[in-house]
Nanobody, 119 residues
Framework: QVQLVQSGGGLVQPGGSLRLSCAAP???????????MAWYVQAPGKQRELVAN???????NYADSVKGRFTIQRDNSRKTTYLQMNSLKPEDTGVYYC??????????WGQGTQVTVSL
């Protein structure tokens, strides 16, 4: 079982920034790079939605609502993926989840971290 540990959420004012982290501390480094990674958000009363993803080669993709504001990164040496969130808006509020997917399509989820954008 792959263990993913998330950190970095919290309360921030509109226009502020947060960086979320998702680490795989028990994963062998040589295995880590074989996973594609993604971040999802689940807003209150809504389904979980894709925010951003990054492939094995580092190609990134973003939801239209976050383009130009969020950046997904992966650090294979630290076995961690990050979501840098800038110019946050109240509608970005929700629980953010990271997901790792291997070449067979097997996915593993982080525990989720709350992000609240409010005055």
């Amino acid at each position: 079982q792959v263990q993913l540990v998330q950190s970095g959420g919290g309360l921030v004012q509109p226009g502020g920034s947060l960086r979320l982290s998702c680490a795989a501390p028990r994963m062998i480094t040589s295995v880590f790079w074989q996973y594609a990674m993604a971040w999802y958000v689940q807003a209150p009363g809504k389904q979980r939605e894709l925010v951003a993803n990054i492939t094995l080669s580092g190609t990134t993709n973003y939801a239209d609502s976050v383009k130009g504001r969020f950046t997904i990164q992966r650090d294979n040496s630290r076995k961690t993926t990050y979501l840098q969130m800038n110019s946050l808006k109240p509608e970005d509020t929700g629980v953010y989840y990271c997901k790792f997917t291997d070449s067979r399509g097997t996915s593993h989820w982080g525990q989720g971290t709350q992000v609240t954008v409010s005055l």
